[in-house]
Structures are given as structure tokens and as C-alpha cells.
């Protein structure tokens, strides 16, 4: 049974930092992408961030570009989310995703349909 547990969420103020991870158990990501989305309330599934299986192609949502980075170490089985400059509008619930099915694929990695596993989401607030 494929399990992805974030971590890392807070409260933080305007400008500040987090790093999110998400350790993946049951079997190994190496090989495939993977990905992170937020969810604010009353708003649907967004998409973050996603890293291809070897870490050689990153993806970012244009909201986020240049303040957010993802990083994967495999042998860890873990995947990670590096967040500068943190706004009011980046406050949601942040999940992890893991493509289990495209070998060494990134195509439609901007997609949740494109995932099996999803984490449990942590939360993240930005406030002053």
C-alpha cells in the first residue's frame, strides 16, 4: 500500500519561508513524477510544482515561479518543496502526488487526473 506523508506546514508571515516534505512508503518513486497541488478554501485543486523521476525537469505554476522549488532525493523516497516569499494567496492545503503509471514520463504532469497517490495534505497559512 503506496502511503505519502507531508510534513513542514505552519503558520509564517508575509515574505517568510517554509519547506514542505513528503516522505512516499510502500514503494519506491524512483522512475516517476511527482508533484505538488494546493487547495484554499472554496477553491479547487491547483497546481504547484511537479519534478520529472531523475529531477532533470521542473514544472512550476506561474504564481509561484521564482519563489518555489522542488526537489526529490530518491534514495530518501522523498520529495520536497522549498517556499521564499511567502504570500497571503499561497494559504491552503498543500498535497503531494505521485504518478505511479508513466514510466519516465512528464506529460500532463500539470493534471491531478494524471496521479494514483495522493498525501493528506498539510496546511499552510500565510499571516501577519
Known amino acids: 500500500q503506496v502511503q505519502l506523508v507531508e510534513s513542514g506546514g505552519g503558520l509564517v508571515q508575509p515574505g517568510g519561508s517554509l519547506r514542505l516534505s513528503c516522505v512516499a512508503s510502500?514503494?519506491?518513486?524512483?522512475?516517476?513524477?511527482m508533484g505538488w497541488f494546493r487547495q484554499a478554501p472554496g477553491k479547487g485543486r491547483e497546481f504547484v510544482s511537479a519534478?520529472?523521476?531523475?529531477?532533470?525537469?521542473?514544472k512550476y505554476a506561474d504564481s509561484v515561479k521564482g519563489r518555489f522549488t522542488i526537489s526529490r532525493d530518491n534514495a530518501k523516497n522523498t520529495l520536497y518543496l522549498q517556499m521564499n516569499s511567502l504570500k497571503p494567496e499561497d494559504t491552503a492545503v498543500y498535497y503531494c502526488?505521485?504518478?505511479?503509471?508513466?514510466?519516465?514520463?512528464?506529460?500532463?504532469?500539470?493534471?491531478?487526473?494524471?496521479?494514483?497517490?495522493w498525501g493528506q495534505g498539510t496546511q499552510v497559512t500565510v499571516s501577519s
Open positions: 502526488a505521485f504518478d505511479s503509471s508513466n514510466f519516465r514520463s512528464t506529460l500532463g504532469v500539470e493534471t491531478p487526473r494524471v496521479y494514483d497517490y
Open positions: 510502500g514503494r519506491t518513486f524512483v522512475g516517476y513524477a
Open positions: 519534478i520529472s523521476w531523475n529531477g532533470g525537469i521542473t
